[in-house]
């Protein structure tokens, strides 16, 4: 069973600000402050809240630059793959990685100083996993960037 409404506006609060006060999002959604509490408790177990976390500003950080690294692959093999996974799990300038459907294999997201920072994530990269083909595409401009679900 998903969550109810009540859920859906605390879930709401939290995704907005997940530092707000419990009485402060008892309040805001209409519950007792230990009704809310259990609320936010369960979600938490179940695994539908999956953490909650401080975002940063990459640009303030020195990581003005995202870039998405489209990437076809050397073979199709669960070798290969778990090799892939596990080293783009281990570049901390990777914020993203998917596997996807059509004539790209995978899409990469990541955090970059500049042009000089993302060639040495290259050179990384392909020191490590063999693939058949790598292009880049770099952000002009960040219109819309939001960790917010829609609920």
């Keep these: 069973m998903g969550p109810d409404q009540t859920d859906r506006k605390i879930l709401r609060q939290l995704q907005r600000n997940a530092d707000t006060s419990l009485d402060a999002l008892s309040e805001q959604v209409g519950l007792s402050r230990n009704a809310c509490w259990r609320r936010i408790k369960r979600m938490e177990e179940s ?51 998917y596997r996807m459907s059509g004539d790209l294999d995978y899409l990469i997201r990541a955090a970059v100083a500049d042009m000089v920072d993302y060639d040495r994530l290259y050179q990384k990269l392909i020191s490590q996993v063999d693939m058949a083909d790598v292009s880049a595409s770099f952000v002009m401009e960040d219109i819309k960037h939001t960790t917010e679900l829609p609920l």
Excluded: C, M, N, Y
């Excluded at 401080?54 to 290969?80: K, M, Y």
């Excluded at 596990?86 to 993203?96: E, K």
């Design 47 to 97: 695994g539908l809240i999956k953490s909650r976390v401080a975002l940063l500003d990459a640009a303030r950080l020195g990581l003005s630059l995202t870039v998405f690294i489209q990437v076809r692959a050397a073979r199709h093999s669960a070798e290969w793959s778990a090799r892939f996974a596990s080293v783009t799990r281990a570049l901390p300038q990777i914020t993203g990685v």
